[in-house]
C-alpha cells in the first residue's frame, strides 16, 4: 500500500455528510421545517470566535437557521441559565450549543444540563450520556467528535467490529468514554488506556484500532502500534515555533503521523482529519434534532 492510500482524510467523508444533511434539509423545507441552530458564546477568546463563526457558516450552508448570542465576559450564570431557557422553549431552535471553555465564574456543567436533553446537539446531557452509556445509540445524541471518529472508522472497517481489538487512549467525557461507548457497540473488544496505566506502549500494541485522544502532541510513537492497524488521531495540538532551528509554528496530533504512517495500516492526519467530522456531524445532529421535534424519523448516517 503507497503512503497516500493509507493516510484517511476526513474531508472527503465529512463532505459526504453535509451534502446528506443539506438534502434532507430541503425535503424537510418542503413541509415547511427548517432546522434551527442556536450557538452561545460568552467572552471574546479568540479561538471560540473561531469556532463558532465556522459552525455559524455552516450551518447556513445547510440550509439551517443559524443563531448566535454573543454574551459579554461579565455575564452572570443566571442570566445565562435564562437565554438556554428561552431557547429551550423556542420552536425553531432545534440545536442548542453553548460554545466552551465559559468564564470560570459560571458553572459549566451546570450550564450544559440546562439544555433540553432534545436539543442537545452536543451531546453532554446526562440523559443523552445515559442512552449511549447504556447502548440506545440510535435514541441518543452522540457527541460529535467521537461520532464522527466512529464513521471514518466505519469506511475502513465497516459496521461490525466483531474479533477486533480496539484501544481508546484517553478517558474524557467528551472523546475517550463515549468513543469506547461506541466502539463497544460495534462489537469490538474496548481497552481505554489513560495516565495510570501500566505499559501504555504494549497496551496500545494489542489494538487493530487506536483512537489518541489526550491532547498530548505527538504522544504515540510508532512502535507503539500493531502492523497494520487503524489509528484515529483525535488530538489536535499547536507547537511553537522555534526561531533557534526556523522551525514554524505547527499544528501536530497525538501521534508522531510521520513515523507512525510506516507501521499504520490506515492513519488519520491532523490537521483534516477528525477535524471536519466533528462539524459536519454537529449538522447531522441538528439535522436529527429537528425530524424528533417534528416526529419524523431521524435519518442515519
Keep these: ?52 463563526a465556522s459552525k455559524g457558516k455552516k450551518a447556513e450552508a445547510c440550509g439551517f437557521l443559524s443563531i448566535k448570542h454573543g454574551l459579554a465576559e461579565q455575564t452572570s450564570e443566571s442570566d445565562l441559565l435564562s437565554l438556554i431557557g428561552s431557547l429551550n422553549d423556542d420552536p425553531t431552535v432545534h440545536g442548542i450549543l453553548v460554545q466552551l471553555p465559559l468564564p470560570k465564574h459560571i458553572d459549566a456543567d451546570k450550564v450544559i444540563q440546562s439544555i433540553s436533553p432534545n436539543k442537545d446537539v452536543d451531546g453532554f446531557h446526562y440523559v443523552n450520556v ?94 507503539w502500534i500493531k502492523p497494520g492497524a487503524l489509528v484515529i488521531d483525535v488530538g489536535i ?18 501521534v508522531d503521523f510521520e513515523l507512525a504512517l510506516k507501521t499504520a495500516g490506515t492513519i488519520t492526519p491532523v490537521p483534516g482529519g477528525v477535524g471536519p467530522m466533528t462539524i459536519a456531524l454537529l449538522m447531522a445532529n441538528t439535522l436529527k434534532a429537528a425530524c424528533t421535534a417534528n416526529g419524523l424519523p431521524r435519518p442515519t448516517f
Design 237 to 254: 495540538n499547536r507547537i511553537p515555533a522555534d526561531p533557534e532551528i526556523g522551525s514554524k509554528s505547527r499544528l501536530v496530533g497525538d
Design 130 to 223: 445515559g442512552k449511549l452509556g447504556t447502548g440506545a445509540v440510535t435514541e441518543a445524541f452522540v457527541p460529535c467528535t467521537p461520532a464522527g471518529s466512529m464513521l471514518l472508522i466505519e469506511r475502513v472497517l465497516g459496521r461490525d467490529l466483531s474479533g477486533l481489538d480496539a484501544v481508546v487512549i484517553g478517558r474524557s467525557n467528551i472523546v475517550g468514554k463515549p468513543m469506547a461507548n461506541l466502539l463497544l457497540a460495534a462489537n469490538a473488544t474496548v481497552t481505554i488506556a489513560h495516565s495510570k496505566t501500566k505499559d501504555l506502549p504494549a497496551v496500545c500494541r494489542r489494538g487493530d484500532i487506536v483512537v489518541a485522544a489526550v491532547g498530548r502532541p505527538l504522544m504515540v510513537k510508532s512502535d
Design 1 to 52: 500500500m503507497d503512503t497516500f492510500s493509507k493516510i484517511l482524510s476526513g474531508k472527503a467523508v465529512a463532505e459526504s455528510v453535509l451534502d446528506r444533511v443539506t438534502d434532507e434539509t430541503r425535503r424537510l423545507a418542503s413541509q415547511g421545517i427548517k432546522p434551527g441552530l442556536a450557538v452561545v458564546i460568552v467572552g471574546r477568546d479568540p479561538a471560540s470566535q473561531v469556532y463558532v
